[in-house]
């Protein structure tokens, strides 16, 4: 599973005990050992709140309508969620409705990994992981 797959997670259990929703899921790094998985959720929107591209005082990379396989405006939260390979696999093998739909573009991927290394609010934790 390498960064910029796209994945659909029905029922998301976000980190912060938010009440589970389906969400389109971007994977930014490739884990070694026992590293987490880092995703960036996807937020799709019928209005266009922010130019294409990076929104780094917003921690938001935002892609246009109809561009690299989003069908919607979608804005990209910034913000990762750490997804532990246990728990990432154990979705898998229970077969928890956790389904791969694409992948975006070397090019895009940096593009949205730059700007997230720009954002104010990112840890030196998460910039550690994204190193490989």
């Not at 005082?57 to 979608?74: M, N, W």
Request: proline share 5%.
């Amino acid at each position: 599973m390498p960064k910029g797959d796209v994945f659909f997670w029905y029922k998301y259990h976000f980190s912060n005990g938010g009440e589970p929703k389906s969400k389109f899921l971007l994977q930014i790094n490739n884990p070694i050992e026992e590293q987490p998985f880092l995703f960036c959720i996807c937020n799709s929107t019928k209005q266009k709140r922010f130019t294409h591209g990076c929104h780094e005082h917003l921690s938001i990379y935002s892609i246009d309508e109809g561009t690299f396989q989003f069908p919607l405006t979608t804005n990209i939260d910034l913000k990762p969620e750490e997804i532990q390979s246990n728990k990432m696999l154990k979705a898998k093998l229970q077969n928890q409705d956790f389904d791969y739909k694409f992948t975006l573009n070397e090019y895009l991927t940096n593009s949205i990994i730059r700007c997230l290394k720009r954002c104010d609010d990112i840890s030196p934790h998460i910039l550690s992981l994204l190193k490989n």
